[in-house]
């Protein structure tokens, strides 16, 4: 059974109000839960009654009666609350290639979600949460990357920076470069393959006659092979479509290495299963250039993550 708990404000939760922090810290308690518990006396800031507009500030001892205190154990892994947000902010920081006043440039490891949805319990979306600032409020994220492709996630520090990168990800005002490694090598060394792509589910498919199919189109070359079985492929995207890059490359009979959507699985993990890690996507967001929010170009490169580091290793790209 829940008892009454203690929690100290974190710097990352200064000068929000009263209920906003229960939105991000208790999701699962109604706001009408939240006012009849600090009507009643029940929520405590410092021992004194508190409202829920009150603006709250690092330091500050907040008590929770039983039942949000039970709710904020409900959203931890080991069935007790950890006051997260210096965790998460601390990973966002590991992540970070490129800051200033106005952009933040992560690059993000295999594996992470960019945002929240069934199933996923850690999201990028949800560690900025820990970087809200009172002025510019929490950061936003201004494009996407597939959950298991690593690497460059730009995100904007206030709307006005959102809004101008945003623009530029629209008008396609940016360069991108991918590296990926392919199972068996193209047949053409560089090429533009334009195919257009429709959503069925989960994958997107090569189609001219869906209704719903848009116009996708990618420039490829090969750095360089190992013989037959592979090839370190740089890619850029000319069109944003979900999964593009995957379902192109996998059109030319050359899956990238570890894609589990696209790729059959034994052609996939046949010979290499035992040398290198197969189960990642080798698909990396390297670099990207893009118009600065305030002035000149966003220039960064994003180190390989250690297990594509080690496939390229393995090959001797």
Do not use: C
């Not at 960019?114 to 979306?125: A, Y």
């Not at 999964?243 to 290495?257: C, D, F, I, N």
């Not at 290198?276 to 250039?289: E, F, Q, S, V, W």
């Amino acid at each position: 059974m829940s008892k009454s708990k203690n929690f100290l404000i974190e710097p990352a939760d200064d000068d929000i109000r009263l209920d906003r922090w229960f939105k991000r810290h208790v999701p699962d308690l109604t706001n009408g839960q939240v006012q009849k518990l600090i009507r009643t006396g029940q929520i405590r800031i410092d021992g004194q009654r508190a409202s829920a507009s009150q603006h709250i500030k690092a330091g500050q001892e907040l008590r929770l009666p039983p039942l949000a205190a039970g709710m904020t154990e409900s959203h931890s892994d080991e069935n007790a609350y950890k006051p997260s947000f210096t965790h998460k902010k601390n990973d966002i920081r590991k992540m970070t290639i490129f800051e200033d006043d106005y952009v933040l440039v992560l690059n993000k490891p295999h594996g992470l979600a960019v945002q929240g949805g069934t199933g996923i319990k850690k999201s990028i979306d949800d560690m900025l949460e820990a970087l809200t600032d009172a002025k510019q409020g929490k950061p936003k994220l201004v494009h996407r990357l597939d959950r298991d492709t690593s690497g460059i996630l730009v995100i904007a520090k206030n709307i006005q920076s959102a809004m101008s990168l945003t623009k530029a990800f629209r008008q396609k005002n940016t360069e991108k470069t991918y590296w990926g490694i392919t199972i068996g090598v193209p047949g053409i060394s560089e090429g533009i393959i334009d195919a257009p792509l429709a959503k069925t589910g989960e994958k997107s498919m090569i189609s001219d006659s869906e209704p719903n199919a848009k116009n996708a189109v990618t420039q490829y070359r090969i750095i360089d092979k190992a013989k037959k079985l592979a090839a370190f492929v740089e890619m850029q995207p000319l069109t944003g479509r979900t999964h593009q890059l995957r379902v192109h490359m996998a059109s030319l009979g050359t899956p990238l290495l570890g894609d589990r959507l696209y790729a059959p699985h034994e052609h996939a993990l046949s010979a290499l299963k035992d040398s290198i890690p197969t189960g990642t996507l080798h698909l990396h967001a390297r670099k990207i250039i893009i118009p600065h929010p305030h002035k000149g170009l966003i220039d960064v490169t994003a180190p390989l993550s250690s297990d594509m580091a080690k496939t390229f290793k393995w090959f001797g790209f």
